[in-house]
């Protein structure tokens, strides 16, 4: 053990680089994109330190060119699973047992190497497997991943730090184990950082892991792995595993070591697991850790007095960056009566300047949906708008899978405020809007805090600062990030923590200690310098 109280460098926010025509970023990440794009890969599974073909694989493909393969991933049988558990289990007490800025080091260099050698590849195969423009690759797979990274190791030793007070006589302390058995991270498609921080953060508070991706995002992953082997995550502390989601879950839950679960998709898959983990609990050594950050139907409400380009953004920007893909998009909005008119031009003349396609022409605005299930989910809504005498399309309504999984942005006006997808999480590029009469402020935040089971962002926009206090009050549980004047979009890690309650998650903030905190298991340790040899005390004298 080394000596001294180590201090980690002071944890900054990455700087968006701009992609600009001509700029070096640019060229870099062009290049990288068409590389990978013309060459196939054959993705394995990372099992201690093996890498396993199981011969059982499927196809990646891009979502705006679906028939053009990019490569092969290996799917996991059970006993994969199995072994993926034990290496993490045997990996366990070297890793536990590792000094905390041994892995400190280790993930500060995966955020360096996120940062300079590898920002063009991450961005490249967020760019490819998610369908992302540069500018959403950039601002995820870059900036929020170098973020997680940088703050979590900050928000470790701050963790750390925190101790109980002591006496001359007796020395309290509190160690910060890390769970006694491993942590499962399950993974959603939409943000590499996602992917990469819910293995990362629990191993970087000693824990193993069994991590299964999305398998919609593996592509990216393979490049997450890379980082994680180059900055010296030992081997075994994060295993991966490809395959069905049912088979792997259910393996890793009949483990009896199995200590928590680092959980981001949607809100019935996260019921479902959380069910079987209760039906479990008498088989666990541990009441395992369930974070989960799940679904939204997250919102914007315009005041009267607000200002209408504002909000228009807000929503433009708001509900179609990445097709809408964002845990956080707004897809329902609640604008009164007088401010309607210009709001609705302003959206209609945003969306038809909005250009269509592939991420490799840095002109396209929107890019394709993640995959066919989403796309015709979506297009079946949109046909529905198209029938049903309580909506009306205003803008987009069109789609073509021919090629990629493409949705235009689509603005839905509905008369009826519980109209379907003003209630239901579609996640694509769907925005509906209810327009509410100037004087029901206070009705329609009812409305909007009452319509939708989740709660995960939303956004509020006046300039009267009445208003603003009303809607804080008053939405105060509809939302776990919650925006005055700004789309409810974009949190930063370090800035706005970010994570939402009722049927959106356990709430635990990504990007805060108030997650680390998940993955630890505090020991309280009191040390008497002057031990007592008698037992008697003072009252029972004579
Ligand atoms: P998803 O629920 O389809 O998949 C998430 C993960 O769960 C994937 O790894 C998938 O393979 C796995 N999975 C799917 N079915 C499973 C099952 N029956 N048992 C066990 N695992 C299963 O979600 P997605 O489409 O990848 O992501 C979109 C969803 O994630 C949206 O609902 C979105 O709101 C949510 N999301 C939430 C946040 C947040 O912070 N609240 C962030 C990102 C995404």
């Given at each position: 053990m080394l000596k001294g109280f180590f201090h980690v460098p002071k944890a900054v926010n990455e700087p968006v680089k701009g992609y600009a025509p001509n700029s070096p970023e640019r060229a870099a990440v062009q290049a990288a994109y068409t590389k990978m794009w013309n060459t196939k890969i054959d993705v394995p599974l990372y099992i201690g330190s093996e890498e396993i073909r199981t011969g059982n694989t499927r196809n990646m493909s891009a979502?705006?060119?679906?028939?053009?393969?990019?490569g092969t991933y290996h799917l996991a049988e059970k006993a994969h699973v199995e072994k993926a558990i034990a290496n993490a289990l045997e990996a366990r007490t070297a890793w536990a047992n590792m000094a905390w800025e041994q892995r400190a080091a280790i993930f500060l260099k995966a955020a360096e190497l996120v940062a300079g050698p590898y920002r063009a590849r991450i961005n490249a195969a967020t760019m490819i497997a998610q369908s992302k423009n540069i500018h959403q690759a950039e601002i995820d797979a870059s900036c929020e991943l170098i973020d997680f990274l940088r703050f979590n190791v900050e928000f470790m030793t701050q963790i750390y730090a925190d101790q109980p007070t002591s006496t001359s006589d007796v020395w309290n302390r509190l160690e910060y184990r890390p769970l006694e058995g491993f942590v499962y991270a399950i993974t959603p498609f939409n943000f590499t950082a996602i992917a990469a921080n819910l293995p990362a953060s629990a191993a970087m508070m000693g824990n193993v892991v069994v991590w299964k991706p999305s398998d919609s995002q593996i592509f990216s992953t393979q490049i997450i792995v890379e980082i994680f082997k180059e900055a010296g995550v030992p081997d075994g502390v994060i295993n991966v595993v490809y395959g069905d989601p049912l088979m792997v879950t259910d393996t890793v839950l009949a483990s009896r070591d199995f200590a928590g679960m680092h959980f981001t998709g949607s809100t019935h898959v996260f019921k479902d697991i959380w069910a079987k983990i209760g039906t479990n609990?008498?088989?666990?050594k541990t009441y395992p850790r369930i974070v989960g950050e799940t679904g939204g139907k997250d919102f914007i409400v315009a005041h009267p007095s607000a200002n209408s380009k504002q909000v228009s953004t807000g929503i433009v920007r708001g509900a179609f960056e990445f097709q809408g893909q964002k845990c956080s998009a707004a897809s329902r909005a609640y604008i009164p009566q007088s401010l309607w008119p210009s709001v609705k031009e302003e959206i209609i003349t945003d969306v038809k300047s909005m250009k269509m396609g592939s991420p490799e022409d840095f002109g396209n605005f929107i890019t394709a949906v993640i995959h066919e299930g989403s796309f015709d989910k979506l297009a079946s809504y949109i046909d529905q708008a198209k029938k049903d005498a309580d909506a009306e399309i205003i803008v987009g309504g069109n789609y073509d899978k021919s090629v990629g999984y493409f949705i235009e942005p689509t603005v839905i006006v509905t008369t009826n405020p519980h109209y379907a997808t003003m209630e239901t999480e579609l996640f694509g590029p769907v925005m509906t809007i209810f327009v509410y009469e100037d004087a029901k402020w206070e009705e329609t935040l009812e409305l909007v805090d009452t319509t939708s089971e989740y709660a995960l962002t939303g956004a509020i926009f006046s300039e009267d600062r009445y208003a603003i206090e009303v809607a804080t009050v008053k939405l105060q549980n509809a939302a776990g990030n919650f925006y005055i004047n700004d789309k409810p979009t974009g949190a930063v890690v370090g800035q706005q923590p970010f994570g939402g309650a009722?049927?959106?998650?356990?709430?635990?903030?990504?990007?805060?200690p108030l997650n680390l905190l998940r993955w630890v298991s505090p020991r309280t340790i009191k040390e008497t310098f002057v031990t007592p040899v008698d037992y008697r005390y003072p009252f029972l004298g004579e």
């Open positions: 979502p705006h060119d679906h028939k053009h393969i990019v609990i008498h088989h666990y009722r049927a959106s998650g356990t709430n635990d903030k990504a990007g805060s």
